[in-house]
């Protein structure tokens, strides 16, 4: 028997390096675990973590250093000897299989069988459908077993991602970012469950841009730059000012914004507007009023799963409406998509892989994608693309939102999953709407590039372009907005403009 003690480091990484071509992400890291901890992996986007995490589970080989776990070398390590070793890991973005349902999902690689005569051996459906229910129970997860993985949400999928590492019997468990497109709700049962492993005495690495999130939960917390450990602290003995600091040299500003535009010009207005769901996980829209202003910078908050998304996806043409009106730039809205593009209304999905991004088209490629129908490159170029121009422009983007690496051609599926999200808010930039509806635009994304997203959109309605964000990380946001609409259970619960507009006056709102 192994005596164990409270101290016992059960993982550590030492001098770990790893290079993509001549991109050199980690360099000389070295990490360690103890039995029973809850320990946070920060660091701005494109820090490492998630490439330290891929090394821990055996995805990617580090280009040097060593692995022990239990006191013991791992000579070599893939992700089903990782774990067969007792670590698992819960991705960042979810690993889906869409054909599947979500308790196959859930058990893939993992299929409960059964025999029969014969010796031969078939996947026990039943059980298989027992045991994700379970899990899901557990978790507090609202998910059927038997839907489809194709029809879910964004935030569904993370659910599914989530019960997935929960039914290993792992004595590691890595969370990288787990609590986005969470409910505070879903949250809470979270921490609670990792609070529970913890006493059972596992250990959990934690990544996060979240750090009141990390002092709440861990033990300690490691901070990652440029591929470096910057330190690791114990959080009893330290505050988030240290670690904000220890994660990026520059300590972003939050911009101020004093002008309060007062456009009388209506833009988008919903009369008594009602839209079902379109498929499971979605919200019912009910009753919706609502007029939006000319250049006013307008925040639609709510948890996730309050009916943001639907909103956003009515206003933008994407989503049909079972009654009422929804007039946008003075027209009835269109259900052709394209037809809207052009009229100047852009939907930035929250989702990037799925509805977002082409994962093998590079950076550049992605920002002109849907941009090339409209605005001033359509109009420039009727039916052709001055690839230089497009290229310049992507250049700027780049520059502006500080995407790691800064090179047009790089494919987008090989970036960290914070600079994925700035390219699809590139694309945004890149077209120049009327009104860009944006979906949960700082999720995913480190505090500083959030600033920086936020002085964009400053600038954005300055020359004219109507701002509408649509966001569960509303804490994030408040600073530019002129105006607050907060919606619960599909419906519009309140609104709040310049002055009244604060978060304790927000959270009363969204609970109530
Ligand atoms: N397969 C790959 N090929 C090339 N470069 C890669 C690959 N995977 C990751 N990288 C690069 O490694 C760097 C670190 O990425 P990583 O995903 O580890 O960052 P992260 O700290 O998890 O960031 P985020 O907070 O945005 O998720 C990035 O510059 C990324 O582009
Ligand atoms: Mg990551």
């Given at each position: 028997m192994v005596v164990t003690n409270d101290n016992e480091i059960v993982l550590e990484a030492r001098g770990i390096y790893k290079s993509f071509g001549y991109n050199q992400v980690l360099t000389g890291v070295d990490f360690s675990l103890k039995k029973g901890e809850i320990h946070g992996l920060l660091g701005l986007n494109g820090s490492g973590k998630t490439t330290l995490l891929n090394i821990l589970n055996g995805v990617f080989e580090p280009d040097k250093g060593e692995i022990v776990l239990f006191g013991k070398k791992i000579e070599k390590l893939t992700p089903e000897i990782a774990k067969r070793l007792g670590l698992v890991l819960c991705n960042q973005i979810p690993m889906i299989f869409y054909n599947l349902t979500v308790s196959e999902n859930i058990l893939i690689g993992q299929e409960p069988v059964k025999k029969w005569a014969g010796g031969v051996t078939l996947i026990d459906k039943t059980r298989l459908r027992q045991i994700s229910e379970e899990v899901l129970e557990l978790c507090g997860f609202e998910l059927s077993p038997d839907a489809n993985a194709k029809s879910l949400t964004p935030s569904q999928q993370k659910q599914v991602e989530i019960a997935r590492a929960l039914t290993y019997n792992a004595q590691v468990i890595f969370f990288d970012e787990p609590t986005n497109m969470m409910s505070p709700r879903d949250a809470e049962r979270l921490f609670e469950l990792m609070l529970e492993l913890k006493n059972k005495g596992k250990s959990i690495v934690y990544v996060t841009h979240r750090i009141s999130e990390a002092f709440r939960i861990c033990d300690r917390i490691t901070v990652l730059r440029d591929g470096k450990r910057v330190g690791t602290v114990i959080s009893k003995e330290s505050n988030v000012a240290d670690v904000v600091a220890m994660i990026s040299r520059n300590i972003a500003s939050v911009p101020e914004h004093k002008k309060k535009i007062t456009s009388e010009e209506v833009i988008i207005e919903l009369r008594n507007v009602t839209a079902l769901p379109d498929k499971i996980g979605e919200r019912m829209l009910e009753d919706i009023n609502l007029k939006i202003f000319k250049g006013q910078i307008t925040g639609i908050v709510g948890v996730v799963g309050s009916g943001k998304t639907e909103l956003a996806k009515v206003i933008a043409g994407i989503k049909s409406i079972n009654s009422g009106e929804v007039i946008v730039l003075g027209e009835p809205v269109s259900n052709n998509v394209l037809e809207m593009i052009k009229r100047g209304v852009f939907y930035l999905p929250e989702d990037i892989m799925v509805e977002g991004l082409i994962p093998a088209m590079s950076i550049r490629e992605n920002m002109s994608l849907v941009g090339l129908e409209l605005g001033e490159f359509a109009a420039k170029y009727p039916g052709g693309i001055n690839r230089k121009e497009e290229k310049e422009m992507a250049v700027e983007i780049i520059r502006r939102l500080n995407i790691v690496p800064q090179n047009t051609e790089f494919p987008v599926q090989r970036l960290s999953g914070g600079n994925k999200k700035k390219v699809l808010i590139g694309r945004g930039l890149l077209v120049k709407p009327k009104i860009l509806l944006l979906d949960e635009p700082t999720m995913g994304v480190d505090i500083p590039s959030s600033m920086d997203f936020l002085n964009m959109i400053l600038k954005w309605a300055e020359e004219g372009i109507t701002p509408i964000i649509f966001s569960s990380e509303f804490e994030r946001i408040l600073?530019?907005?002129?105006r607050v609409i907060i919606l619960r259970d599909g419906k519009i619960v309140g609104e709040l403009y310049g002055e009244e507009i604060s978060e304790t006056k927000i959270n009363t709102l969204i609970a109530e």
């Open positions: 600073p530019i907005l002129e």
